[in-house]
């Protein structure tokens, strides 16, 4: 054990006083105990009793290439001896960061071959936000500010991020979203299709866009952003009608496009971008997450030729960038993380081999009573809970449904995510064949337990 941990020795009573946790519920959670997670290796994490949990949700969507990478500790290591920090403000760079960007736009192009860096998801939303306005202006249409965006998609929680977002619950704290955005309903099929097929829906949530775009007037609309799969929101798959739809809309009406990369990309779906695995190309991407891994955090918007023509030609200084814009060990990390999927093939290790793999696995829980749908692309899935099969009709507390079920799961030693009544698979690229087949037995018995103790559900 380290220094740090092995000097404290109550750090459940320390965590309660003086620690408050993003996203939570914090009477409830000094109540319960915090979990202290203190080791990681692969595919598994282990708490501070000891306990062993296959993590089959990648930390927080992330960790792409599993924990305990020692070659992007001694990228960082040495990076941090050589030079810890640089700005990229005033003219200057540092050679990870630079690097980085070509890396990221060789995988990406091709036209995204331009990046602005982060330190996050949401810091990336703040700034594509901002340059889709910028843009329009320097090509003299000052009126073409607003955003369109969808209900129940997630883009971070700054104050932008969460105005993107179509999360009601957060726009509910802190006055949200702010002037500009509007939010059109999600491809959702299972929860909103009514009668209708998948792609007939499909097709008509993607005109809600051009319906707004034509309510708004077209000389007022900047941009619209989603996630190639809505992920926060459900890993909420659209049918196969939905992008090509929205691109056509795009196009015609010449608004940006922006495709939110931070779940998406690098290699989850078996593509390096979430836009490629649906053949479109975004004018903006924002990306995080599986960029380092989450060894260190940052994050970026890819930004296509034709924007960045327009700012380097019209718009002259933009004035935005953080602290740690391009930060070179958290750069030098990114590039090693990068690294190892290329050399492992972990792209084609998705699409090939183990993402049609967790799709036979998570179809074989389909005929279960529980369950609605099963879907998944790459290795982001989910499970769709229901009350009654033939009438997709729901328990009467879909949070609660989820949280008993994933609660199992948990205490079964598989950590799953469960948003509302669907259960969420998002492993690390490298998880085996036997690995899936745990997490997704501990999902078929969480959901036996579930049958047996629906109660009035
Ligand atoms: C996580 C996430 C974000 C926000 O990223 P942070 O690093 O948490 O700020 C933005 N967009 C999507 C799609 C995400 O999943």
Known sequence: MNKIASTASNLGAIDAAHHLHPFSNMKKLNAEGTKIINRADGVHI?????????????????????????????????????????????????????????????????????????????????????????YWKALGHETKTQVIARKNGYHGSTVAGASLGGMKWMHEQGNLPIEGIHHINQPYWYAEGGDMTPEDFGLKVARELEDKIIELGEENVAAFVAEPIQGAGGVIVPPSTYWPEIKRICAKYKILL???????????????????????????????????SGYLPIGGVLVSDRVAQVMMDEVGDFYHGYTYSGHPVAAAAALENIRIIEEEGLVER??????????????????????????????????????????????KKPDDTGASVRNQCVNAGVVLRATGDRMLFSPPLIISRSEVDQAVGALRDGLDWLKDNRGEG
């Open 258 to 292: 922006v495709a939110d990369e931070v779940i998406c990309g690098f290699g989850r779906l078996g593509t390096w971008f979430g836009h490629q695995y649906f053949g479109f190309e975004p004018d903006l991407a924002p990306i995080a997450k599986g960029l380092s």
């Open 46 to 134: 282990w708490d501070s009793t000891g306990k062993k949990y296959l993590d089959a949700f990648a930390g927080l969507w992330c960790v792409n290439v599993g924990y305990g990478r020692k070659s992007i500790a001694d990228a960082a290591y040495a990076q941090m001896q050589e030079l810890p920090y640089y700005n990229t403000f005033f003219g200057t760079t540092t050679p990870p960061t630079t690097l980085l960007a070509q890396k990221v736009a060789e995988k990406a192009g091709p036209t995204l071959n331009h990046v602005f860096f982060s330190n996050s998801g949401s810091e990336a939303s703040d700034t594509w936000f901002r340059i889709v306005r910028v």
């Open 350 to 395: 998705v699409r090939d081999d183990i993402g049609p793999y967790l799709a036979e696995a998570l179809a074989s829980l389909a005929d279960h009573d529980m369950v609605g749908e099963a879907v998944s692309v790459g290795l982001m899935g989910a499970v769709q809970i229901t009350a009654d099969k033939a009438t997709r009709q729901r328990f």
